[in-house]
Nanobody
Framework: QVQLVESGGASVQAGGSLRLSCAAS????????MGWFRQAPGKEREGVAA????????DYAHSVRGRFTISQDNAKNTMYLQMNSLKPEDTAMYYC???????????????????WGQGTQVTVSS
């Protein structure tokens, strides 16, 4: 089992920045991908960014590329999402996820991630 705990969500003005953190514990060696997903009210959960923990390679949703940066600190077993130039449409509950993905899986498919955090709220006002 893997336990994930997010932190860092807050209310900010448009154009502002936030850094989300996801602390992982447990059998983290059983996973090879970590990702951030978000869900806005009335919408489906969507993949925001993911990182392959083996070599640090990353993937981003088109809507956040160039504004968000996903990273990891292996010594701390922690993943981060640096969010800059925030927009009102970034408002959502943000979830950290971890899983073991193969070539058949997709980093943006929530069904391919086995472990989830409880979520942290990000609200961006205009």
């Amino acid at each position: 089992q893997v336990q994930l705990v997010e932190s860092g969500g807050a209310s900010v003005q448009a154009g502002g920045s936030l850094r989300l953190s996801c602390a992982a514990s447990g059998s983290t060696s059983s996973t090879n991908y970590m990702g951030w997903f978000r869900q806005a009210p009335g919408k489906e959960r969507e993949g925001v960014a993911a990182i392959y923990t083996g070599d640090g390679s990353t993937d981003y949703a088109h809507s956040v590329r160039g504004r968000f940066t996903i990273s990891q600190d292996n010594a701390k077993n922690t993943m981060y999402l640096q969010m800059n130039s925030l927009k009102p449409e970034d408002t959502a509950m943000y979830y950290c996820a971890a899983g073991y993905l193969t070539w058949e899986d997709s980093w943006s498919d929530e069904n391919d991630f086995a472990y989830w955090g409880q979520g942290t709220q990000v609200t961006v006002s205009s």
